[in-house]
């Protein structure tokens, strides 16, 4: 939840639960008016009515389905060209065209009936289109194919008689010519005339006539039938395969190019297609070359042997084709005008229908006092929003003009009412509190880590990725998100999910960056070359190949440090000498030491003011206490020494005059503190009492472990006993195994035990883990700068020193996207979780969901009753 004014993140808002009274006929604009106002989140008091027996069930499915239908009207407007959605007219309660849901209910019925009709008759009329423009095809190859076939005589009829005419060019010689290729048909003259469905090849379709010898013409004509049509390019080469195979050759085929892509009439989709013409003779023939046209997705249509018929049908195709056109033009300007109409409005129709659904929906969870004709409705509002939802209850009133005053009434809390959570964030915080909630929710006023997590979450994220150049791309790239706010809270939905959720998170990043530059700095990179702003404090000279000092270089062969280091950060000589990298690393892994123990540290002191806040004395003392003193015994005495041996000037003249006075290695301090307590060599002490203080440490550290474990459960034994002492005696028959604590629950001591137990090992077995976990930083810094360092190497100064520009411009242009690509995305994105799991891991387990998780304060609003019912 969010609002304007930013509230206190520590712990959550002070909630009260209100009973809230008013009368029917200022229900809807009430609830319009809680909505708006976003502050309060409803009880359901008919939790034991399914959503089908409730009272306003037969409201919110229709409310359904005329957002179902406002959909289709949306997707119909989004597929029709020049027609953009122009923005709702709501801007808040009593704005926006008024309208009643019953009159927008039927006029949107309406509409959908009259789209749906006319996108079907659309659809008829585009099929019958397609189903022409083959026609028109098929009409026009096949009128080619009959004036180029070629004219022979018939073998096998008789020789005209002197007196008998000869043939002329009118006379089918198509079907010669045919008869000669397929002569292997029969060896007879004549064949039984196929059935009445075939074309007519009667002598009347010829413009010539007949003799003694057109008898046998005929009847060879007579003979034969063929199929016409359309099918697709890739499939010509099958079709006519299977043709040949399945009547064993008795059959003819010709093929046609268009020249041309057609819309298939059946599947709407663009096809490269070819005209066929198959020539075959008897029924059974038919019937195979029917089923494989019917197998292959071909298009038969009905073609006129003779020239005159065909022309007649090729006219009457086009002017077919030209009323076609007219009524889809027609058509398609009517819908235009009908869906351009409906555009100007539907998105104040979608807000309106989805208020008055989130509206009945919130009413189903009411009670309604039919003596009084009142709803009654328990809502969960934060105390300081007490009189803002009664100025909402009164405009509601006055909108709806009801008599009767409504009424907010403050309850009591019952043992089962749990206040839901509620931090009060803006767009600043927001996205923090959303990183610390993706872990779980906060009990009611339990301790938030948030307000920690927005400087030590980009600042871990920053010792893992420090380098100003980086730090510089990530602020900028955040600064333009800022910046471009309007335009991309416009976009909305329409932003790419990666962009939207670089949007959502624009002040983390912005802070990441900020702290990567001051990390930078520390470490002195720059796209992982030093910068020398102060001058370097080293020196080399010919006595020594080690560097020295250059106010402290007397001896060379002594290479003794500068007396005034480097004022900021790392000094660039580092960068290049040989010791440079065990310098960083020894730095670096110190340094995650000192700030995982520090940040632990703090999330047992937060569990210490949960324990004071709730008033858990039992938790301050027998939990809160001996966790410091564990942690602070060993990893807090390790951070004490790591910072001593930092201070200690082991080059001083006092030093080196003591023998045993050399850096120590910690981790041998450490291991022989619980190894060998009470015997520290000598080389090691690093100040006064040391061997004292670490055998007082060690005994601390392992009294404070049955100190966590026992005393805990063992005074909540004997609270509950003492309180069995008072209590009066039940009967037997209603005596059970176990009794009521003060929260209502029942106490039982092997769980309360088992659970403390389990507790214990966690955190000393976690205090080891968890500890260690932050070298991480230490290995991600590591990391990041290697890989710095080898695109510089390997891309950069590789192709320089190879003297040709080609080589460079290539190197630099591989160097960016090895940068943008690796660094700035993979290396940034790894880091970002590791910082993630130390802030969830490390730090909030130590306070955080201790006593289980709470309840996220959901409180009604429209914006989030449009959100659940977007599709």
Known sequence: ?????VGTLFRSEDMVLVRLYFDRAAA????????????????????NQSAFQRTFSENVRRCDDMLRVIRYLTDQIKGTDHLTLAPSAFHGPGTGPTFRLDDLDGHLNSL???????????????????????????????????????????????????????????????IAGVMGEISALSDAPTIVVDDESDIDVSPNAFNSGFGAAGDSGLRMSSMLSFFTGTIDREKMSSFERVLFRATHGNCFVRFADIGGKLVDPESGEERDKSVFMVFFSGSAVKSKVSKICDAFNANRYVVPEDHASQMTALTHCRTRLADLEAIMETTASQRSEILRGVSQQVLSWTEKVKRDMGIFHTLNLLNYDTSHQLFIADVWCPESAQDDVRNALEIGRRRSNAQVPSVLEERPRGPKDVPPTYFKTNKFTEVFQSIVESYGVAKYQEVNPAPFTIITFPFLFAVMFGDIGHGILMTLFAAYLVRNERHYNALGKRMGEMMKTCYDGRYVILLMGIFSIYTGFIYNEFFAVPIDIFGSRWKYTAESEMACGIDNCVNPASVLPPLAPYPLGFDPAWKSSKTGLIFFNSYKMKLSIVLGVCQMVMGICLSYRNAKFFKQRIDIIHVFIPQMIFMNAIFGYLVFIIILKWFTDYNSAECIADPNCSPPDLKSVLIGMFMSPGNLPADMVMFPGQN????????????????????????????????????????????????????????DFGEVFVHQMIHTIEFVLGAVSNTASY???????????????????KLIYGSVSSGNPIAMMIGFFMWVGATLGVLMFMESLSAFLHALRLHWVEFQNKFYLLHGDGKKFEPYTHTSAEEDDDP
């Open 1 to 5: 939840m969010r609002t304007n004014k």
């Open 28 to 47: 809807h604009d009430t609830i319009d008016e809680l909505g708006e106002l976003g502050l309060v989140q409803f009880k359901d008091l008919n939790e």
């Open 112 to 174: 959908e009936h009259s789209l749906l009709e006319m996108n079907g008759n659309a659809e008829a009329i585009s099929t019958q289109y397609n189903e022409t423009i083959e026609l028109r095809c098929v009409l026009e190859r096949a009128a080619e194919f009959f004036r180029s076939a070629p004219r022979m005589r018939n073998s096998s009829s008789p020789s005209p008689g002197p007196g008998a005419r000869p043939q002329r060019g009118g006379r089918s010689g198509l």
């Open 692 to 747: 004292t203080i670490q055998l007082f440490l060690t005994i601390a550290a392992v009294i404070a472990v049955p100190w966590m474990l026992f005393p805990k459960p063992l005074i909540l034994r004997a609270r509950h006993n003492n309180r069995k002492r008072y209590m009066r005696l039940a009967d037997d028959e209603h005596s059970t195994p176990y009794d009521d604590d003060d929260n209502g629950e029942p106490f």
């Open 775 to 793: 070298l991480r930083l230490w290995a991600l810094s590591l990391a990041h700068a290697e890989l710095s360092d080898v695109f510089l190497e």
